[in-house]
């Protein structure tokens, strides 16, 4: 038996295990209500277009799984639930969430495409996937665009607090004439912040136009967002000497990172409102703590022996909370026993501390987790076998896999 057909055969095994689909199903709802605080923050804090850019990652997932729905067992695809299942809602929140604010809209359209087309439907079995299909799409992105998915230094932040300049008025300090419908409009929903600006020069400009002092800089397009490092990125490129003096100066960001107002992806505005959908997700019991919890400290022990300054800033991050507990503890493709999802969060949290020490990444979530759920097969049949239910030898039907 090759390796294609030992996947087939586990696939054939786990879909005929507990979870059942219909609690697969239930617990893919409740993932999507448990999201909603966070993406209503994100909303808030990064403005109508981080909107646009969820609604399209959902519509795209939505449109896919309806047309590979109308086309099942025809062609290439091999679920036949559709969109009962609520993968499309969940995967299209998922990908709309960890995108970065100002992206394209072509970007979550494509990786919302890729998660249901490849991760739901081409690598399953049975309606079982081998790897998460929100983690295939944002992989798929990240290795084909990855300059749109990590922007430099250019993360926008709505410039909410503080109002722009006027540069049509010979006042200074005064603001800029606008209609009280757009006045009420950027209030609620932000301005556009793919027009956006350093923050220091920003606040430089700002600052000199109400002391009356020349501003240093003098753009002819009104800054509507301001942009900068994310606090994650800030403490990457840091070295370990610096460490006193980061947490003087990024302690406040610690704070807002709970709160919002700080760069990163669309569902990581706030930390909080995280934690209030991870909490109801735990409780109810959509997905098990032990993989995630695993996950983490298993991170926060590598970080802290390594003297990393500000663990908790990686700890807060979007990428790290929704990884560990929506993509990593996915219960449709983790492993089925308590021992093996708590050496499958160990394996996560040591694999995304290697890739945060040793390579450029500031996280790398969603490689650590799709490399891990590969090993799946391993957990469940030589480490960590679940007791009630002993893997057999399942004869291999014909499906996509048997065919590659």
């Known amino acids: 038996m090759n390796l294609i057909q030992k996947f087939h055969s586990y696939l054939l095994w786990r879909s005929a295990v507990e979870p059942r689909e219909e609690t697969l199903a239930s617990a893919r709802y409740t993932a999507s209500a448990a999201l909603l605080p966070a993406l209503m923050v994100g909303l808030f804090v990064f403005g109508w277009y981080a909107g646009l850019v969820v609604l399209t990652a959902l519509l795209s997932a939505f449109a896919t799984e309806l047309v590979t729905h109308r086309y099942n067992n025809r062609f290439i695809f091999n679920n036949p639930s559709g969109l009962r299942d609520g993968t499309w809602l969940l995967t299209g ?7 970065p604010p100002a992206s394209p809209l072509w970007l979550p359209a494509l990786a919302a495409v890729a998660a249901i087309v490849i991760g739901k439907h081409w690598w399953s079995v049975d309606g079982m996937p081998l790897l998460q299909p929100a983690a295939v799409g944002l992989l798929a992105v990240h290795l084909l665009f990855f300059g749109w998915m990590h922007p430099e230094g250019r993360w926008p932040v709505l410039a909410r607090s503080v109002a722009a300049p006027a540069r049509d008025s010979a006042q200074p300090g005064t603001e800029p004439s606008r209609t009280w419908l757009g006045a009420a409009l950027t209030e609620f929903l932000g301005g556009d912040i793919r027009k956006s ?3 220091k020069t920003y606040f ?10 020349k501003p240093e800089w003098s753009p002819g ?3 509507e967002a301001i942009h900068s490092k994310r606090p994650i990125d800030l403490v990457k490129s840091a070295e370990p000497d610096d460490a006193a003096q980061l947490q003087t100066r990024y302690n406040a960001p610690v704070v807002k990172m709970m709160l919002g107002y700080t760069p990163g992806s669309i569902g990581g505005a706030s930390g909080l409102a995280l934690l ?10 959509a997905v098990s703590w032990v993989m995630p919890f695993f996950a983490l400290g298993t991170l926060a022990a590598g970080l802290y022996i390594t003297d990393t300054p500000l663990v908790s800033i990686h700890l807060l991050s979007g990428y790290t909370l929704l990884g560990f507990f929506y993509l990593a503890a996915d219960p449709t493709v983790g492993p089925r026993s308590k021992r093996g999802k708590a050496l499958a969060g160990i394996a996560v949290g040591l694999i995304e501390l290697i890739l945060r020490k040793a390579t450029p990444l500031s996280e790398g979530t969603f490689v650590s ?3 891990v759920q590969t090993l799946s097969i391993v957990f469940d049949q030589y480490l960590a076998p679940p007791k009630e239910v002993q893997p057999p030898a399942s004869s291999v039907s014909d499906s996509v896999l048997s065919r590659l």
């Open 197 to 199: 600006i350093d923050h």
């Open 204 to 213: 430089d400009e700002l600052f000199a136009s109400r002391d009356g002092r």
């Open 221 to 223: 397009v009104p800054a």
């Open 276 to 285: 209030f959908g991870l909490l109801l997700i735990v409780f109810s019991g």
């Open 93 to 99: 929140l998922l990908v709309g969430l960890l995108m």
């Open 369 to 371: 987790v799709i490399f």
